[in-house]
């Protein structure tokens, strides 16, 4: 019994910066089990606390700057291989993610703006907007906005997606992946989600079938799986193209435990415990 078990295997590790969502169908959780399901280590720390369900989120509570920074100082034994950023919901906590995210210098860092719940509740303000464009968005390696977040980010400045990608490229950062499971562009085929990266030298895009229903955390899910392709060392194309594959994956085998959004089941691989006849 006090043998003890040793492994070499590498895992790549992912250190997260995001909010904590009690049902598990975004934020944290679902990061961390995105993470763990396409073979990386998460290590999670929160930028804030939410009171929410399946239909909206009811109350933001930001967790302090200084709280983050000392649990990202306490691990030091884990090599950080990337990192994600998800829901950044005042400007002390956008100041302590600025500080940890520059203690690893060349790690790529995949940012997922959450501007708005699901259920139409705003988590962000113009002042957080004008700061994340011109304080984070220079250290981002890739952005994974819906085309409701890209226009929000983008303001007025352009009328199009792709002139929207292009602003956001001119500021610093370094790709963009426009996800289409919101509202389908103008001219799109209804039952298919395009999904459409942008960078400084040449774009890619790719379509799925669009499933039906509204999901809770599928751009959490994404972001976090690209955030460990890329950990793992992929191109930033073959990263995109396999996150993609895993969050549809994810989100046709979802869950909805109620009457709001279905959530994304990122384990769904793993045992069944489900019944038929579920208690009422």
């Known amino acids: ?74 691990l030091t034994e884990f090599k950080v291989a990337a990192i994600k950023v998800g829901l950044i919901a005042s400007l002390d906590a956008l100041d302590a993610v600025m500080d940890i995210v520059n203690r690893y210098p060349g790690v790529p860092l995949v940012a997922d703006p959450v501007l708005k719940a699901g259920g139409g509740k705003m988590l962000s303000t113009a002042e957080l907007l004008d700061a994340f464009r011109s304080r984070l968005l220079p250290l981002v390696d890739i952005l994974t906005p819906n085309r409701e977040e890209l226009a929000q980010l983008v303001g007025r400045e352009a009328n199009n997606d792709t002139d929207r990608a292009v602003a956001l490229l001119s500021l610093g950062c370094q790709a963009v992946l426009v996800t289409g499971t919101d509202t389908p562009p103008a001219g799109s085929a209804p039952d298919q989600v395009v999904h459409t990266l942008h960078t400084p030298d ?42 993609q594959a895993y969050t549809w994956q994810t989100l046709k085998h979802g869950w909805c435990p109620g009457s709001g959004q279905s959530l994304p089941r990122r384990l769904w691989q793993h045992s069944d415990l489900s019944r038929q006849d579920a208690p009422s």
């Open 202 to 243: 040449n774009g890619r895009q790719w379509h799925w079938p669009r499933l039906t229903g509204s999901f809770h955390g599928s751009g959490c899910t994404l972001a976090a799986a690209l955030a460990t392709r890329l950990a793992a060392g992929e191109s930033l194309v073959l990263a995109c193209e396999q996150a």
């Open 1 to 74: 019994m006090g043998n003890t078990l040793h492994t070499t295997r590498y895992l790549p590790v992912v250190l997260v910066l995001a909010g904590h969502d009690p049902t598990g169908g975004a934020g944290l959780v679902a990061d961390a089990e995105a993470i763990s399901a396409c073979g990386g280590w998460p290590l999670t720390i929160p930028t804030a606390l939410t009171v929410q369900n399946c239909h909206d989120v009811h109350h933001l509570m930001p967790c302090r700057g200084d709280d983050m920074r000392a649990m990202a100082a306490a």
